[in-house]
């Protein structure tokens, strides 16, 4: 099998440094942090309808305090990975740091 010679450090291509847009940049995450504020509270209200609804269909009382609680740990689930996607595409570790 034959050996290939690493390519040595000056003919590897520089990473470019990131460009930022600015503005845009700042409405773009002004509005992720918006979207997480908004959707936990939603998702529990769906979840609660939902059971209300459930509740009446089968004359029970406790499927919409289930509903409630499910919605808000789907909700709760959604926000924590759009928190650390929104951490990954910052360029940050999960742990907050600066890569």
């Known amino acids: 099998m034959p050996y290939n010679n690493p390519i040595p450090e000056h003919r590897r ?3 470019q440094p ?3 847009s600015g ?3 700042t409405l773009v995450q002004a509005e992720k942090m ?3 504020a908004i959707l936990l509270p939603s998702a529990a209200f769906i979840g609660w ?3 209300t609804w459930l509740d009446k269909h089968f ?3 406790w499927i919409s305090l289930a509903g409630m609680i499910g919605g808000g740990i789907a909700g709760l689930v959604y926000v924590v990975r ?3 996607t929104t951490n990954a595409d910052d360029g940050q570790k999960p742990g907050g740091r600066a890569l």
């Open 59 to 61: 004359h029970q009382s």
């Open 13 to 15: 291509p520089k990473p």
């Open 23 to 25: 503005g845009l940049a």
């Open 34 to 36: 918006m979207q997480i």
């Open 18 to 20: 990131r460009r930022d």
């Open 82 to 84: 759009l928190v650390l």
């Open 49 to 51: 309808l939902a059971g």
